[in-house]
């Protein structure tokens, strides 16, 4: 069974970086054909997907946080990481890593449905506060 864990700081500063790993047990991140995703809830607001890195180590971003957004993986570890640079407090929400079997080609796209999402990392709530 596929597990997915988020970790990373739970406090970050304005104008600095977020940075937040998921580490993947019971299958691989390289294995065909599968996306690694980063999506994210604000409080009171609905889940935004923020980007993914597929099983090739290829990259996706939406494009409303693309310039700032850096997904990586390291696969010695079975891992992959999200960077958020210039954080504001509007940044502030649960960040979640979740598997997805397919890529959404859509330009709206639900995260809950278009993305063939299978397993999901419990969340984590990461602040955005001087």
């Known amino acids: 069974q596929v597990q997915l864990q988020e970790s990373g700081p739970g406090l970050v500063k304005p104008s600095q970086t977020l940075s937040l790993t998921c580490t993947v047990s019971?299958?691989?991140?390289?294995?065909?054909?599968?996306?690694w995703n980063w999506i994210r809830q604000p409080p009171g607001k609905e889940l935004e997907w923020m980007g993914a890195?597929?099983?090739?180590?290829?990259?996706d971003y939406s494009p409303s946080l693309k310039s700032r957004t850096s997904i990586s993986r390291d696969t010695s570890k079975n891992q992959f990481t999200l960077q958020l640079s210039s954080v504001t407090p509007e940044d502030t929400a649960v960040y979640i890593c979740?598997?997805?079997?397919?890529?959404?080609?859509?330009?709206?796209?639900?995260?809950?449905?278009?993305?063939?999402?299978?397993?999901w990392g419990q969340g984590t709530l990461v602040t955005v506060s001087s």
């Open positions: 019971g299958g691989s991140i390289t294995t065909n054909y599968y996306y």
């Open positions: 890195i597929a099983y090739s180590g290829s990259t």
């Open positions: 979740a598997r997805g079997s397919k890529p959404c080609l859509n330009s709206d796209c639900d995260v809950l449905t278009d993305y063939g999402m299978d397993y």
